[in-house]
T-cell receptor
Framework: DTAVSQTPKYLVTQMGNDKSIKCEQNLGHDTMYWYKQDSKKFLKIMFSYNNKELIINETVPNRFSPKSPDKAHLNLHINSLELGDSAVYFC??????????????FGSGTRLTVV | DAKTTQPPSMDCAEGRAANLPCNHSTISGNEYVYWYRQIHSQGPQYIIHGLKNNETNEMASLIITEDRKSSTLILPHATLRDTAVYYCIVRGGAQKLVFGQGTRLTINP
C-alpha cells in the first residue's frame, strides 16, 4: 500500500561500480522527482520528470541518468560511483508541476554507501 | 536558494503547543508557504500550506502574518513522535520545492 516505494532501501557498493535505484508510485501522479540528502542533511533536488519528460536537471554529473519508463516509475542509474555519491536518495511524486498544492509525497529513501 | 529563515533548533514539552516560526520577507504574491517535516531516517512529510489566510488541518495550524513576511506552524499538543526537522518552504507556480536547513524540534517528556 506504500504510496511511493523505493528499492533497495540500503545499497553498499564499491567505487567505480554502476548501480540503479528504482522508484514507483501508485498515487496516479504525473510528476516524479529525485532528491539527494548528503551527510550534512541538506535535501537537494536532482531531477524531475513530468509525464515521462525531463523538466528539471539540477547540474547533476552525467554519471547520473534518470529513466522514466512510464508515469508511475522513475529510476536512477549511477555510473562509475564515487565516494561523494554516498547519501540518502529520496524519490517523490506530485500531481502537476505547477500547482502540486497538496504537496509532494516522498518515499522512505535509499541509503547509498560507496566504499 | 531557500527563501526562508528558521531557528536551527527548538525544544518543547510533551503535551504543550509547539510554535515554529519562519521568516520569508521576500515572498511574492503568488507564492505559498509550505511546511514539511522529516522524522529521523524517513522521507519528508507534507504538513500544511497556505497563501494568505490561516489554515488548520488534522496535523497542525498555520498562521501567516498580514504582510505575509512571516508565519508560524503550530502543533497544538506535541507528542514525542513530533520530534523531527521542520522545513518552512516558499514556493509558487512551477517552482521546485527547495529545502533549507529547517528547525530541529525536540519534544521532551
Amino acid at each position: 500500500d506504500t504510496a511511493v516505494s523505493q528499492t533497495p532501501k540500503y545499497l553498499v557498493t564499491q567505487m567505480g561500480n554502476d548501480k540503479s535505484i528504482k522508484c514507483e508510485q501508485n498515487l496516479g501522479h504525473d510528476t516524479m522527482y529525485w532528491y539527494k540528502q548528503d551527510s550534512k542533511k541538506f535535501l537537494k533536488i536532482m531531477f524531475s520528470y513530468n509525464n515521462k519528460e525531463l523538466i528539471i536537471n539540477e547540474t547533476v554529473p552525467n554519471r547520473f541518468s534518470p529513466k522514466s519508463p512510464d508515469k508511475a516509475h522513475l529510476n536512477l542509474h549511477i555510473n562509475s560511483l564515487e565516494l561523494g555519491d554516498s547519501a540518502v536518495y529520496f524519490c517523490a511524486s506530485s500531481q502537476g508541476t505547477g500547482g502540486a498544492l497538496r504537496g509532494y509525497t516522498f518515499g522512505s529513501g535509499t541509503r547509498l554507501t560507496v566504499v | 536558494d531557500a527563501k526562508t529563515t528558521q531557528p536551527p533548533s527548538m525544544d518543547c514539552a510533551e503535551g504543550r503547543a509547539a510554535n515554529l516560526p519562519c521568516n520569508h520577507s521576500t515572498i511574492s504574491g503568488n507564492e505559498y508557504v509550505y511546511w514539511y517535516r522529516q522524522i529521523h531516517s524517513q522521507g519528508p512529510q507534507y504538513i500544511i500550506h497556505g497563501l494568505k489566510n490561516n489554515e488548520t488541518n488534522e496535523m497542525a495550524s498555520l498562521i501567516i502574518t498580514e504582510d505575509r513576511k512571516s508565519s508560524t506552524l503550530i502543533l497544538p499538543h506535541a507528542t514525542l513522535r513530533d520530534t523531527a526537522v521542520y522545513y518552512c518552504i516558499v514556493r509558487g507556480g512551477a517552482q521546485k520545492l527547495v529545502f533549507g536547513q529547517g528547525t530541529r524540534l525536540t519534544i521532551n517528556p
